[in-house]
């Protein structure tokens, strides 16, 4: 424990700190303040509203040393599913990319079609995150997650072509932006995307939407304590507010990761890591309700009081979380891997070694007896 005298000590030099930094503060407040005059009042709509949403990693790890299993499971708010696979930060790049196409070179899920829409053969060509092994090196973890998104992108561009019976606003969980495309596919997936909502109201004279949300973001986390200092969307209404692109970059380290289509250079240049418009947004009607980060896909942003009043019909009914698109809620429901479910699958797991052992297998079953960390008996 800190004893008094250093409390007293840490104590002044914080205030310290702070008081050196409070100039900091005053622009933080300054760069926010234009925002107070341009909040709108969301005016309420009807909408069809769907979402799409991945099992979250944190849930689908089936671990048992040396092994670790991925779950990699798309669904959206109705429990449709639109993928279900086991990786491992081990698995063959090879493989994966066998499980995509057909043996007559056809797409076999959605994550082929999109390959093949972007006019890539294998996954190292579609993302720089995703390379094959290298056994000088040890394997990085962090391809399984890149993986992930890719197949989640997948899956809401192939959402895109289905036949809608009504205006329906689509919702992904998550900012309309990622990193982990190789140079330029972003871009032309997102062209690819508006081509299809282009399509669906020539056609059929539907309307479909596109969102993103998140419940994080760098600019929301930057300029928090400004927003409640000054105001902004301290209303008695569901309010927005658009964040001009100039607070985006001061905000995220990566400035390709703030700047959108506006700034984007020709062809396939890869300045475009970003497919919304940021804005922020209060579904409820009291002042210190929270505030979400909100990107409406690019093409869209003219359509701004539209779509946000679909979004917050189905905010308002939001459960367990309040003012939060309870659609979103609903995917992430059917998606989570926990409880009953996550037991079976983490049995699979003793399955699948056991298969592996042949004769040996018998020392598995005593294995399983064993307690993995005495050490935690001290605390009962």
């Given at each position: 424990?800190?004893d ?28 926010i ?16 509203s ?5 099992a ?7 671990r ?28 063959p ?45 040890p ?14 992108w ?21 900012l ?13 997936l ?21 969102v ?18 000054e ?12 964040v ?7 905000s ?28 922020l ?84 079953d ?15």
């Amino acid at each position: 424990m800190i004893d008094l005298a250093s409390q007293a000590q840490i104590r002044e030099a914080i205030a310290d700190c702070i008081r050196a930094d409070r100039r900091v503060l005053d622009r933080l407040r300054a760069e926010i303040r234009s925002l107070k005059h341009t909040t709108c009042r969301i005016q309420p709509r009807a909408a069809t509203s769907i979402s799409l949403i991945g099992a979250d990693g944190g849930n689908c790890q089936l671990r048992f040393d040396p092994f670790l299993i991925h779950l990699v499971r798309v669904v959206d708010s109705s429990n449709n599913e639109y993928c279900l696979e086991a990786v491992s930060p081990t698995t063959p790049i090879r493989r994966l990319n066998e499980r995509q196409f057909a043996p007559d070179g056809s797409a076999r899920t959605a994550l082929g079609e999109m390959m093949r829409f972007l006019g890539v053969d294998s996954l190292t060509e579609l993302s720089p995150m995703i390379r094959s092994a290298n056994q000088e090196r040890p394997v990085s973890r962090r391809w399984v997650e890149a993986y992930r998104e890719l197949v989640e992108w997948a899956v809401l561009f192939a959402i895109l072509k289905k036949d809608f019976g009504a205006d329906t606003l689509i919702v992904r969980d998550g900012l309309l932006r990622s990193v982990v495309f190789a140079r330029g596919l972003f871009q032309r997936l997102l062209r690819g995307m508006q081509e299809r909502v282009d399509a669906h109201w020539r056609n059929n004279r539907r309307r479909i939407h596109l969102v993103g949300v998140a419940k994080h973001s760098k600019v929301l986390s930057r300029y928090r304590l400004a927003m409640a200092l000054e105001g902004v969307l301290h209303t008695d209404y569901p309010a927005y507010v658009e964040v001009p692109r100039e607070l985006e970059e001061k905000s995220y380290f990566r400035a390709d990761f703030a700047p959108g289509g506006d700034y984007a250079g020709e062809g396939d240049d890869p300045a475009g890591y970003v497919g919304g418009r940021m804005f922020l947004v209060k579904f409820g009607s009291y002042r210190h309700d929270p505030v979400w980060p909100v990107d409406i896909f690019e093409p869209q942003t003219g359509n701004a009081q539209e779509i946000l009043g679909s979004l917050l019909a189905d905010a308002v009914n939001g459960f367990p979380i309040p003012s939060y698109p309870r659609c979103l809620q609903k995917a992430h429901e059917h998606a989570a891997l926990v409880d009953f479910d996550f037991d079976v699958l983490q049995d699979f797991i003793y399955e699948g070694v056991r298969s592996t052992l042949g004769t040996e297998a018998g020392i598995l079953d005593a294995f399983q007896l064993l307690d993995p960390d005495p050490s935690q008996h001290r605390y009962e």
